[in-house]
C-alpha cells in the first residue's frame, strides 16, 4: 500500500511534530507515513508513548499548537493536504468526511448537557459548514436513527438522559454514534473500549467492526492491543518511538514480523499453549529530546549492529510488506 499510487482515501507522508517543552524540544513524530484504503481496516499499534495518540491528532488538527509544532510532511485526504488548507476547509472535512471515536467513555462526554443536547450541537455545527439546512424535528430524527443503530435500548429515553446516568459500555456507545452523525468516510478510533472491562470492550469493538463494513468506512484504529489487531485490521503500521518501523497486511505480520521491535511486541503477548508466560521488552523507549543518532530502537535491539547506532535506517517505498532494519535490508 504505497500512498498516492494505491489511491489511498488517507496518506500521511513523512509527519515530522516536535513539542516545544521548558526550553527543549522534543521531536515526537520523526517521519511518520501511512496509508488508509477506502473500506479498509488499518490498525496503528505500538506501546504508550510510541507517537499514536499524537499521530492521530496530527491527522484530526487537534494538537494544541505551541507546545507542539508540525514541522514537515503531508496529510493527503481525499486528494487534500489537510496541512495546507485553510483552517476553515479542514474544519469542513474533520468531524464531517473523517471523524473520530475518542478513546474515554468517562471523560469525553459533557456532563452537563444530555446526550441529546450534545448530538444535536455536533449536528448543527456541520450543518452550518457544510451549509445544509435541517429542522430540529429532522435532527432529532437522525439523532435517534444513530442511537439505534448503535444499538442503544430505547433511542429516545437515551437522548434525554445524562452522561452521568449511562454505564461505560453505553458511554462508549453514544461516542461511536457521535462520530457516526455526519456519515464520514473514515473513522479515526483511539483505543476504542480500553477504560472498559474486557467483555464489554469485546461488544464494543464487534459492534464497532460491524458498523465500520455494513457502512463501506475505512477505519484507522489506534491500539496496543496486538490481538484486536489480529482480529479487526487488513494492515498493520507498527510505530516505535514516533516512527512507523514495520508495514504489512496483518496476516503477513503476524506470520513472519521482519522488525525487531515488532517480533518484541508479539513475544510480549501471552499465549494459553505457552503456559501464559509471557516476555517484556527490557529497556525504555529513548528520550524524545535526545533520541539515539541511529536506530531509535538500537538501545534495546539484541540484534543491533555497530551501523545501527549511527546511521538510522530509513522505512522503505514500495512493497507492501516494509521494515525500516538494517537487517532487512541486508536479507
Ligand atoms: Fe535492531 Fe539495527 Fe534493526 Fe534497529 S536497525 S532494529 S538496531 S537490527
Not at 39 to 68: D, F, N, Q, Y
Not at 129 to 145: K, N, P, Q, V, W
Request: positive net charge.
Amino acid at each position: 500500500m504505497n500512498g498516492a499510487a494505491s489511491g489511498a482515501l488517507l496518506s500521511v507522508r513523512d509527519l515530522a511534530v516536535t513539542f516545544d517543552t521548558y526550553g527543549r524540544t522534543a521531536q515526537v513524530l520523526d517521519g511518520v507515513s501511512l496509508d488508509v484504503p477506502a473500506r479498509r481496516h488499518v490498525a496503528l499499534v505500538g506501546e504508550s508513548g510510541c507517537g499514536k495518540s499524537v499521530t492521530m491528532r496530527a491527522i484530526m488538527g487537534l494538537l494544541r499548537e505551541p507546545p507542539a509544532r508540525v514541522t514537515a510532511g503531508e496529510i493527503i485526504f481525499e486528494g487534500h493536504d489537510l496541512l495546507r488548507l485553510k483552517p476553515r476547509a479542514r474544519m469542513g472535512l474533520c468531524g464531517t468526511a473523517m471523524s473520530m471515536v475518542f478513546q474515554d467513555p468517562m471523560t469525553s462526554l459533557n456532563p452537563v448537557f444530555t446526550i441529546g443536547d450534545q448530538m444535536r450541537a455536533i449536528l448543527a455545527h456541520a450543518d452550518r459548514r457544510l451549509g445544509r439546512r435541517r429542522s430540529r424535528a429532522e435532527r432529532h430524527a437522525r439523532i435517534i436513527a444513530v442511537l439505534g443503530q448503535v444499538r442503544m435500548p430505547d433511542p429516545e429515553r437515551i437522548a434525554r438522559a445524562w452522561p452521568i446516568m449511562l454505564s461505560g459500555g453505553m458511554r462508549q456507545r453514544v461516542l461511536i454514534a457521535m462520530a457516526l452523525l455526519n456519515e464520514p468516510r473514515l473513522l479515526i478510533a483511539d483505543e476504542p473500549g480500553t477504560a472498559l472491562d474486557v467483555t464489554t470492550q469485546a461488544q464494543i469493538l464487534r459492534l464497532l467492526r460491524e458498523l465500520v463494513q455494513a457502512r463501506g468506512l475505512a477505519l484507522l484504529m489506534i491500539t496496543h492491543n496486538l490481538g484486536v489487531v489480529r482480529e479487526a485490521a487488513d494492515y498493520v503500521h507498527v510505530m516505535y518511538a514516533g516512527a512507523v518501523v514495520e508495514a504489512a497486511p496483518a496476516a503477513a505480520l503476524f506470520a513472519a514480523p521482519r522488525h525487531p521491535y515488532t517480533r518484541a511486541l508479539l513475544d510480549c503477548v501471552p499465549m494459553l499453549s505457552g503456559g501464559g508466560r509471557f516476555r517484556g521488552i527490557d529497556g525504555a523507549p529513548p528520550d524524545y529530546t535526545s533520541p539515539p543518532p541511529g536506530c531509535r530502537f538500537a538501545p534495546r535491539c539484541a540484534a543491533a549492529m555497530p551501523r545501527c547506532r549511527t546511521a538510522p535506517p530509513a522505512f522503505p517505498v514500495g512493497p507492501d510488506h516494509r521494515a525500516a532494519c538494517w537487517l532487512v535490508e541486508a536479507a
